[in-house]
């Protein structure tokens, strides 16, 4: 009989060992299940919210647009905003003179240049606005002269300064 029992006891314990690994198993599976659908659900309320920041920010770069354009309209209608214009524009035909008198100053340089009766190298020459001034020394009057007289003659000249003089 008391084999019986430890017989009977070791089945017991085997039931309950297997019971237990049973629990645990099912309380594992139970457990894994419930950290998927947790997983699943933070994924979908992540989503949601990447939405809702994804329209938020849609709908602020539209106001800043909206506000950016009425900011624009508001500047061309006040006094700062046409004295902007008319700076950008005076800024622009300020370089575009200062073109115009880089290339009158090349052309008149080039002219004194090619006449073989004149010390060009003795000459200095400065544009402002289409005037030319012209400036150093040359051996004599005629020379003085023929350098004004090619610098009149040359495209985009307006005016000259003669400051040339003669030292002999």
């Known amino acids: 009989m008391h084999a019986w029992n430890c017989r009977w006891w070791a089945i017991l314990v085997v039931l309950?060992?297997?019971?237990?690994?049973?629990?645990?198993?099912a309380d594992r599976n139970q457990a894994r299940e419930q950290a998927k659908d947790q997983a699943h659900d933070l994924a979908a309320r992540t989503r949601e919210a990447a939405?809702?920041?994804?329209?938020?920010?849609?709908?602020?770069?539209?106001?800043?647009?909206?506000?950016?354009?009425?900011?624009?309209?508001?500047?061309?209608?006040?006094?700062?905003?046409?004295?902007?214009?008319?700076?950008?524009k005076d800024s622009a035909g300020s370089a575009r003179q200062?073109?115009?008198?880089?290339?009158?100053?090349?052309?008149v340089?080039?002219?004194?240049?090619?006449?073989?009766?004149?010390?060009?190298?003795?000459?200095?020459v400065e544009t402002f606005q289409g005037h030319v001034k012209l400036s150093g020394q040359l051996p004599d009057r005629a020379q003085v002269q023929?350098?004004?007289?090619?610098?009149?003659?040359?495209e985009g000249v307006k005016a000259v300064e003669n400051h040339l003089t003669a030292s002999g």
């Open 98 to 107: 200062a073109l115009d008198d880089t290339a009158v100053t090349a052309r």
């Open 51 to 88: 939405s809702d920041v994804k329209d938020h920010v849609e709908s602020g770069v539209r106001d800043l647009k909206t506000d950016a354009r009425q900011a624009g309209d508001e500047l061309k209608d006040s006094k700062l905003g046409e004295a902007m214009r008319e700076t950008v």
């Open 16 to 25: 309950a060992a297997a019971l237990a690994a049973g629990c645990d198993a």
């Open 109 to 124: 340089k080039a002219a004194l240049l090619a006449d073989r009766n004149v010390m060009s190298s003795h000459i200095s």
């Open 146 to 154: 023929r350098a004004e007289e090619i610098a009149r003659r040359t």
